[in-house]
């Protein structure tokens, strides 16, 4: 359920949006923007924001991981032929 404090309308936003992203680090939650009682967009703290997009690409990471490890068709080349062939 929506925190009612943490819902604004587009004219609080247009009004104050310095007092919305103010909103968001005092709440730690998202500010929710309404239109005619229909939520339309999201205001969130550049902290959670980055949180949120590190947390993104780490699940990326780990599902391309799962996805080579079940490759049946993979090929390994072993360390000291890499090693040979860059001249380590």
Avoid: C
Wanted: aromatic share 6%.
């Amino acid at each position: 359920m929506l925190n009612p404090t943490a819902i604004k309308t587009i004219s609080d936003l247009r009004n104050d949006p310095h007092g919305v992203i103010k909103s968001t680090q005092e709440l730690n939650e998202p500010i929710y923007i309404f239109y005619r009682s229909t939520p339309q967009a999201a205001v969130i703290d550049i902290d959670d924001f980055n949180r949120l997009i590190e947390e993104v690409e780490d699940l990326k990471d780990a599902l391309e991981v799962a996805k080579r490890q079940n490759d049946r068709k993979r090929r390994l080349i072993p360390w000291t032929k890499i090693k040979k062939e860059l001249n380590l």
